[in-house]
């Protein structure tokens, strides 16, 4: 597993790496001036040490605990200048605040910082706060002239200060183009993001690198999929609600326009055997509405999961039978040809009932409402692969026929949504001689 070095890492190992190693050009570059015997002269070596003792100890100090040991510190250097700078790039004054240090640092300021500081007689020691880029850095600032460096005397050979003008010169072009790199991929992973084109919907980016701009371009990527994904479902959801509509429209039109012409009926002629029929029209079309809006009140439940299930260990075979039962007078009344071939034996489901009796109640309407001119309905169960299906058959014209009976599916749908809450394989064979549906579920 490759191990993907952190871009905040880099960018304050980049600034620590020029703090440390720019000021030493100065310091042996220019001969200090001659010192008061009065001034106290600290070491370097001393300063050093301590400063990095007390970067390792302030591991995981808060702000505050960061600057009240620098306080304290502060009090043991008068002459010097103590600031830390966070995670966040923010400096942290423990005296005065100095004008050359900027409150933010970024890399173009680091630089600036670091090319003045060339030109000054100044000693900087600077550690990573608890050896850990994420807590920032801290800085010990102070004038050459109170240290023993100020008593080093002057180099006359420059090879020494050649090469590191040399290596520091490297670590800023090199600092540079790293920088201008991931600008250029952050630029144009912003003109990706504006180029939205006709569907309102940006295109995908290429990943070259798997940094944190490659991680920032992959969920970039993952984020176009998810909305290419939720503009081609809110497509699809619009057509199918439209295709609702129109549908439940027909369904409601239907009936309404036959209780209409038979209200006129009852209407003229109230008490003779005509609207006595009309009357008998009326109310099983207003119950087919009335099953119209159960269905729709279901449906609608269903698809904002607010349908409540109660899944138990049911015997679907008795379940069958009861439901069959039930609708034997209205196949009798219909006159269809019934074909009953259920077992004695019990056939247990982990199921809802109630909803397992809507599933049947669904599938015997829809024999009722287009296979009429079969006149026939099997109902049976089937070894598959293992598996024991409950099978409902007719002798329709199959579910391509359009007739004025089919309506906006809602029933179907429900069917669809039920037998998948509750792991119920739900098969339909339909051809222009009838269909058949195959119910079917692993046996607890």
């Known amino acids: 597993m490759k191990i993907h070095h952190s871009l905040m890492s880099k960018y304050l190992l980049f600034i620590i790496a020029a703090l440390l190693v720019w000021p030493i050009v100065p310091a042996i570059y220019y001969l200090p001036q001659v010192l008061n015997e009065k001034l ?119 090879s020494l200060v050649i090469v590191l003008l040399v290596a520091c010169g490297s670590l800023v072009l090199i600092s540079f183009l790293f920088f201008f790199n991931m600008l250029k991929r952050l630029i144009k992973l912003q003109v990706a993001m504006g180029d939205t084109g006709v569907t309102g919907i940006p295109d995908r980016v290429v990943i070259r690198n798997r940094d944190e701009i490659g991680m920032l371009e992959r969920a970039f990527n993952q984020m176009v999929s998810q909305l290419t994904l939720s503009r081609n479902r809110e497509l699809e959801e619009e057509r199918l609600r439209k295709q609702l509509i129109a549908n439940i429209s027909h369904d409601l039109r239907t009936p309404l326009t036959i209780i209409r012409q038979h209200a006129y009926s009852v209407q003229n002629n109230p008490s003779s055997p005509t609207g006595a029929k009309s009357m008998d029209v009326i109310v099983n079309k207003l119950e087919d509405v009335g099953k119209l809006m159960d269905n729709l009140l279901s449906y609608t439940l269903l698809t904002a999961g607010k349908y409540p299930i109660d899944i138990k260990n049911t015997d679907v075979i008795e379940e069958f039978r009861d439901a069959v039962a039930e609708w034997y007078p209205v196949f009798e009344k219909e006159g269809f040809e019934l074909d009953i071939d259920l077992p004695e034996t019990s056939l247990f489901w982990g199921i809802d009932p109630l909803w397992f009796r809507c599933i049947l109640d669904n599938l015997f309407q829809n024999v009722i409402r287009h296979t009429k001119s079969g006149r026939y309905i099997g109902i049976k169960t089937i070894d598959q692969d293992g598996v024991k299906f409950l099978v409902i058959t007719d002798k329709g014209l199959g579910m391509e026929h359009q007739s004025e009976e089919k309506g906006a599916g809602i029933g179907l749908a429900i069917i669809s949504l039920m037998t998948k809450e509750m792991d119920i394989t739900w098969n339909i064979s339909s051809t222009p001689n009838g269909t058949s549906h195959h119910l ?4 607890i």
């Open 440 to 443: 079917g579920k692993m046996e």
């Open 40 to 158: 106290v002269l600290y070491d370097t070596k001393e300063i050093e040490k301590m400063w990095r003792m007390e970067a390792v100890e302030l591991e995981g100090a808060t702000v505050q605990q960061i600057s009240k040991r620098l306080k304290e510190i502060q009090k043991r250097y008068p002459e010097a200048d103590l600031f830390w700078v966070d995670e966040t790039g923010k400096t942290r004054f423990i005296k005065d605040r100095l004008k050359e240090i900027p409150n933010q640092w970024t890399f173009t300021e680091a630089v600036t910082f670091i090319e003045k500081q060339n030109h000054k007689d100044t000693y900087i020691s600077t550690f990573m706060i608890g050896n850990n880029p994420n807590q920032g850095f801290m800085v010990f600032y102070i004038p050459k002239s109170f240290t023993e460096l100020s008593m080093l005397p002057l180099y006359k050979d420059h």
